[in-house]
């Protein structure tokens, strides 16, 4: 089994910023992709920003040149720095994890979501 524990989500007034962490911890074999959805009131989840492994990075174009996705050295946490934040960007984000297993299963993996609300 593998955790998610997130970071970072508050209160931040239009054109502020935050950064949200995600810390991956448990059984994993290899991370495939790491990457960050939002699901604001009455609406599905979607993509907000996802890196695959030795591979592409993937933004929504509503958060293009704001935000931006980024693991650390390890490898195990990705973050997600939220600049130039608007009132439409409040929602609850969810880190989502993709792994591999020695039989090259693959498996998703969710975080409870940490809620972001940008008002004045």
């Known amino acids: 089994q593998v955790q998610l524990v997130e970071s970072g989500g508050g209160l931040v007034q239009p054109g502020g910023s935050l950064r949200l962490s995600c810390t991956a911890s448990?059984?994993?074999?290899?991370?495939?992709?790491m990457g960050w959805y939002r699901q604001a009131p009455g609406k599905q989840r979607d993509l907000v920003a996802r890196?695959?492994?030795?591979?592409?990075?993937n933004y929504a174009d509503s958060v293009k040149g704001r935000f931006t996705i980024s693991r650390d050295n390890t490898g195990n946490t990705v973050y997600l720095q939220m600049n130039s934040l608007k009132p439409e960007d409040t929602a609850v984000y969810y880190c989502?994890?993709?792994?591999?297993?020695?039989?090259?299963?693959?498996?998703?993996?969710w975080g409870k979501g940490t809620l972001v609300t940008v008002s004045s």
């Open positions: 448990g059984s994993i074999f290899k991370i495939n992709a």
């Open positions: 989502n994890v993709e792994t591999q297993n020695i039989i090259l299963n693959t498996m998703n993996y």
């Open positions: 890196v695959i492994i030795g591979g592409n990075t």
